[in-house]
Nanobody, 122 residues
């Protein structure tokens, strides 16, 4: 139901835009989140956007990443600028059906898309 793409290998300071397309006909009613995970670590929230376009960012990406959505295309985006090696991870998108601001509650997200790998070299 969710298809994430846009990952790749870039150098520090470069930009990437991740996309997550969904087949959910009620996409516009739901919040969406972008998470990332590195081996051996827990999955962490990167950014979220509510059904009415309020946004959330983890501190380490504020000012560099931007989340947006296009309800006509059932797609959510994550624009990542000024990438750093520590941004290297598998990035996942997920639907947040529950209208809450508990962005880091992984259990509130379903379904999940497959991950897309972002590798930032120094």
């Amino acid at each position: 139901q969710l298809q994430a793409c846009g990952g790749g290998l870039v150098q520090a300071g470069d930009s990437l835009r991740l996309s997550c397309a969904t087949s959910l006909r009620t996409f516009s009613n739901f919040g969406m989140g972008w998470f990332r995970q590195v081996p051996g670590k827990e999955r962490e929230i990167v950014a979220g956007i509510t059904w009415n376009n309020y946004t959330y960012y983890r501190d380490s990406v504020k000012g560099r990443f931007s989340i947006s959505r296009d309800n006509a295309k059932n797609t959510v985006y994550l624009q990542m600028n000024s990438l750093k090696p520590e941004d290297t991870a598998v990035y996942y998108c997920a639907v947040k059906p529950i209208r809450s601001t508990d962005w880091d509650m992984i259990g509130e997200y379903r379904p999940w898309g497959q991950g897309t790998l972002v590798t930032v070299s120094s």
